[in-house]
Structures are given as C-alpha cells and as structure tokens.
C-alpha cells in the first residue's frame, strides 16, 4: 500500500511539473545580448544624420 | 534612412597610411592590433593600386551571424558594433569576415586571445558616449559629436570616403564622370587588355 501511495504521489508530481512557466528562453539565439546603446537607436540616428551629411560633403568634397 | 559606409578610391589612394596612424593614435589602438590597414595590389607593378581597408560595416554582417554569445550589434543607421564585456576572443567572427576587419590583442604567450577588437566607425560602443569606460575599450566617439570618422576625414588625397551611403556614393560617381572613364582595376580592359 505505502508503494502504491508513493508512485501516486510520484505522478502527481511528475503531472504537476509539467504545468511549470513554459515561457522562459534560456537563449534566444542571435539577438544581442549586451549593454543597451542609446546612440543605436533610430530617434539618434536621425538626430545625427544631417550634421553628418553635412560634415561628409565639407571632407570629402574636392576643393 | 542613413546607412553608413566607407568607400576607399583605388584611383587616389597613395598608400600613405596615414589612415592607419590616425586611427591608432586616435583610438590609443594597443600594438598588434590594426583596425585599419592599406592593401597593394601588384606591388611594383605597372597599375599597382592601394586601398585601405577595415571594417565595411556589412548590413547583413557575418561576424555577428557566426558569435556564439551574440555580442555584435547594428546602429539605426548601420554602424556595426560589439559589447566587449560578452566577447569571450573566440576568433569565429575572424574567420567569417571576409576583410579580415577582427583583431585580437595578445595577452599572454600560447597564442591566447583578448577581446576582439574592430573598426567602430569612431562610434564607440555600447557604453555612455565619452565615458572613461568607452574611451578605454573601444576608443573616441566621434560620431556623437557630429564628426565623420577621422581616418576618412584626415585623408590627404579624400581617398577614403565615409558617411551615408547615398552621399558617398553621389560624390564617387561625379569624381568618376569627371575622370571620363571608370577606373580599370577591374572590369574588362583589365582583365582583358585594351582591345
């Protein structure tokens, strides 16, 4: 009877693992896992890209 | 949207190496390591001709696709960057960047690895822009203060382009109009000869 009792509890525990939080992703493979960059961003991209337009035809411009 | 790149002409290219001095002394680059080198082709030849090559900044770029723990990232505006807290110096993005951009410095003796070390388009790296701990892992920001990267912008003969692709490519193509022809290092009378 004890046995019986313990393979019962056995797979009820074995069945309630089972319900555990399938949602977390150890690795979610080639996405960047560092520090986030501020200047990365599209809103700094765009906040520089004029000046930089600007700078590269001043350099690069024969004179 | 900007996409920056970097365009070497063949035709005016000196082999200076000014770009690769200026780069290293900008960026306190350790020795060994080059993030910028020129290339001869034909050295001594008649039609010898130079470029200066580092990282091209690929917008679909094999060093990120092949790094086991993701360390590589690209701007907004498509300056390719990497976070050398992740880097573990296992060379893989060395093999699979077909410009050799990738270098590591030498730490200690058996051939043993740093943190890989690129071209950053002087944009840094994931750090506070002009942070002590930027400036000591991945050099100026030059970029954040509105400047192109210097090696382009110092060249003595603006062989070196840098700067948004449309822009770059709009001044490479009048330079070329203006020459009258396009440059022969590759094309058909070079590999063929004048027929």
Redesign the interface.
Known sequence: MPYKSMLLALAVGALALTACDSGVTVHE??????????????E???R??E???E???L????R | MARMKFLCDAERCIECQACVTACKNEHEVPWGVNRRRVIVMDDGMPGEKSVSVACMHCTDAPCAAVCPVDCFYTTADGIVLHDKDLCIGCGYCFYACPFGAPQYPKQTAFGVRGKMDKCTFCAGGPEDAHSEAELTKYGTNRIAEGKLPLCAEMCSTKALLAGDGDVVADIYRQRVMRRGGRPQTWGWQAAYGAA
């Open positions: 493979p080639g996405v960047y896992k560092g520090k986030k960059d501020e200047s990365a961003t599209k700094a991209a765009d520089r890209a000046p930089l337009r700078r590269a035809l350099a690069h411009t024969d």
